[in-house]
């Protein structure tokens, strides 16, 4: 049973998604402090100011907290715009060195050449 579970643990996969989650909590830390520090006090306290609200999680309407909602839909809109980004990033920089390292090798005889030159030999002897 050890043995299975260390197998288990082991495997590529599962270090691969425990690096994956890693990376995403400290990004997501990266993108709160983005938010948070860089995009709320740029463009959205102005908009704030102007409704009278400290903090966007402070707007409400009718007794509906709609700010809470509102700074989740702004955190996923720049979570995904980064996302595309890096993956378009990254798709474009494989893309690159695929070309890089494709070395055309000189065609090989065909079948049919194959079978003629077998031909040819046979006709001989």
Partial sequence: MLKDLKEFLLRG???DLAVGVIIANAFGAIVKSLIGDVI???FLNPALKAAGVNQIAGLKWNGIAYGSFLSAVINFLVIGTVLFFIVKSAEK?????KKDDT???PAGPTEL???QEIKALLEKK
Avoid: K, R, W
């Fill in 13 to 15: 996969n599962v270090i």
């Fill in 40 to 42: 709320t006090p740029l």
């Fill in 93 to 97: 920089a494989q893309s690159l060195t």
């Fill in 103 to 105: 070395v055309e090798e």
């Fill in 113 to 115: 050449e194959v079978l």
